[in-house]
């Protein structure tokens, strides 16, 4: 499981940042949490590969978000995809796709899904379950919260001898998840595993002002990816346009005891991207943070 | 005046050529021709401002060549622009643009003037002025050629001289376009005059079959722009969807008499940019040709 960073840009694009776009990579397949303008060429100047994205979705409709997606669409028709795509995001998204289709002609030759999502909605990808959770930020909006299925606990093989299990076969019919018959009774998976473990996880906030109800969601995640479109002198503007700063990003954070946190949305209003990072290091610890750059890439690995 | 290459792919980008968008640079003001997803980051990048342009003119409604129009517009607006924009296209343009307005849901804190162009029609920017041409695309298309007014041909002292005139303020009033009394008689300024002179001109293709009614329009242009999309060996390609090859681009200058032609709308099929020069070359000349590359720039200046 990686995250991809394309576009990490606020409200406009700078000449080192595009609009909004990162990616979750499971198993050689993309999802795209947002798609602003651009975004197909930044997915071809990175490693991962335009033809893997299979979903998109959307944190809310405001251009800078999904002005990327009836280029892509139209190239991946050039390109002769096969493959169906999924376009999801707040009510209103299924009107947005139609709008786009209608005004740019497009004649698609793969299947489009597009749905509109509410609060606690969810869809899986790659065997990864995805929420919505509504966030705040004046217009219908999501942020997203992905997390892996529980894994099975490890096989603790001292467990399995105790019980008169002898080492061989019977070990490995364990570790597969069945039961073994040794002396008349039955030895359960359950009885010589440990606890079960955390599958992987990432928060997207999308465009918000802090939400509580997304730090609940996004409890313990191993990487939220938040929005901190101003710098904290700046505090009052981001109350007013229902943005976050860095300081109220690793608050949020904090609160959901996410390991990490990448700040993203960046302004050209952040003129100081290492002031940006302290000011959230103060809150969550400078192990903890970072500001998100066009082409980042980061690798989520089980927790041991 | 001054061409400006901002996009230079042909129907997806690249990671080395972004969609269709060239500029003309007059007076510090900006035209586009045509504005591609990603024009508004190139400009951004490229040395031109943003806030700078006042017309784009569009060549067709094919996805690549307008989806850059509804981020410019929005951020335009984030930026408090004040003075109108102008986008101009052929049949369908007025169309295409409420499409875009009412799916993105924009509100412009400027004027936008939108307009429908047909073969013939004419505009003036920047005192240069600009007519359309119909091209062969298989959708309605337009070429472009701007051209400025012709200049007074310049001041020729000797024959003031031989009319009688001193050298000195009646010298500077002969050059200012005014008649000047000498020794009971009217010099007027034609008599001390050479021959009025071309103004500077530049044409501009959009997508385009080899169209003779395009060469005849750019007749002796200093510059055209005329799309390469495919090699010569892929010529039955290029007939199939409407398009140019580097071959048939430089023969339609060769017919118009451009001073010099810049291959533009690159496709991906062209793996050897140095065999597409040569392609054109072979007809029109090695000095006279070369293949657009995202942030070139081309000053065109006075014939003397």
Redesign the interface.
Known sequence: MEAHFLGTAG?????GR??PCSALRVNGRTLLFDC???S??QL??SSLSLMSVDVVLLSH?H??H???I??ML??MG??SRGRGMRIMGPEGTVE?LE??M?????ELPYGLEVRDLEDGDGLVFEGVDISAVATEHGVPSLGYVAREPLRPGRFLPEKARALGVPEGPLFSRLQRGEGVSVGGKTVEPEEVMGPTREGRSIAYSGDTMPSPRFASAARDVDLMIHEATFPASMADRAAESLHSTAAQAAQVALDAGARFLVLNHISPRVEDEAAHAQEAAEIIGASKVAVARDFDRMRIDYRE
Request: no cysteine.
């Open positions: 409200g406009v694009p700078t000449p595009s609009l602003g303008e651009g197909q060429r071809m100047i409709h251009g800078d999904v002005t990327g009836p280029g139209q190239t050039l390109f947005l709008g786009m209608s005004t740019y002609g497009e």
